[in-house]
């Protein structure tokens, strides 16, 4: 499938020849996670509303994954995804998205080669500013979309997942207190 990667639209705001993003790339690499264990026939906004991902930000990860050829403009799995994510195990799966990612990234993997997957964020900022005449905010946000991107691709680690909130329970208000009169 030809992709041209000259213009992407999100919302109808032309954003440059790579993908500009405004949401957290967690949600991205959530939505893959999801989709490798179990795939919807056609992917739409309120597929993922009722996954749970990426609320309010629902377009965003669409766009992404159509850049990266998992999915067709009616939000359907293409030939290559079905490649990559009939995969079992994780370093089949990784070599099939990595062919992905490399193909939506082909000027920067073109100028970098393999190394493309171990620059650094600041290095991608600078890659994507120059090709995109774009904001650093803008060219962050997409360095950050890549990063995840390499991470499914087996080629960084990604963060270990949050299963809920991390943080220990928060004490009531004034608990405090009637543990310090107690002890008197």
Request: net charge positive; proline share 3%; charged share 20%.
């Amino acid at each position: 499938m030809a992709r041209s990667l000259r213009t992407l639209f999100f919302g109808g705001i032309a954003c440059g020849r790579f993908l500009s993003v405004y949401f957290w790339a967690g949600n991205l690499v959530q939505a893959v996670t999801h989709f490798r264990k179990s795939f919807p026939s056609t992917i739409t906004a309120d597929t993922l509303k009722k996954l749970g991902i990426a609320p309010n930000n629902e377009s965003y990860v669409i766009n992404t994954l159509r850049f990266i050829g998992v999915l067709d403009s009616e939000g359907k799995k293409t030939a290559q995804a079905t490649k990559a994510f009939s995969q079992q195990e994780d370093d089949k799966f990784s070599k099939e998205f990595a062919s992905l990612v490399q193909a939506a990234y082909k000027d920067l993997f073109e100028i970098h080669g393999d190394s493309a997957w171990a620059l650094d964020k600041g290095s991608l900022i600078t890659f994507f500013r120059q090709s995109d005449d774009t904001s650093a905010v803008i060219g962050g946000r997409q360095a950050a979309v890549f990063l995840a991107l390499a991470g499914l691709s087996g080629q960084l680690k990604l963060p270990a997942a949050k299963k809920g909130s991390t943080q220990a329970p928060q004490k009531p208000y004034g608990s405090e207190q009637n543990e310090g009169s107690k002890q008197g």
